[in-house]
């Protein structure tokens, strides 16, 4: 679960960043969920992020992450199957997971 001060940090960069407050909180779940290759799906995104979050935002967020060629969405066989998002070689995910650590390391400083 991500703690929720750097939920909000991740979130205000985001929206400062992307112009759109989801993409670094989508990004940092990615980045420690998915090995380069791996998959993950909206419901365990919305879990790590606590449930701050409605799958149809993230799901806006991993589009647009998939229209950059950061994540590549895999096509499901029936429609009762949960989709799928593949994470790609991308130089996105190590600024990604730089920023997120570096916000978690100031967020825990400020609990101090």
């Not at 993409?23 to 993950?40: F, H, K, N, Y």
């Not at 989709?83 to 070689?89: I, K, Q, S, T």
């Amino acid at each position: 679960m991500m703690d929720l001060a750097l939920y909000e940090a991740l979130y205000d960069a985001s929206a400062a960043l992307f112009k759109n407050s989801l993409v670094l909180p989508v990004c940092a779940v990615v980045v420690r969920e998915a090995e380069p290759g791996g998959t993950i799906a909206v419901p365990e995104i919305r879990e790590a992020l606590d449930g701050r979050v409605e799958g149809n935002q993230i799901r806006d967020a991993l589009k647009r992450l998939t229209a950059i060629k950061a994540l590549a969405h895999l096509p499901s066989t029936r429609r009762s199957e949960r989709h799928l998002w593949r994470r790609e070689e991308h130089p996105l995910w190590a600024f990604a997971d730089s920023w997120s650590r570096d916000l978690e390391k100031h967020a825990a400083q400020a609990r101090k």
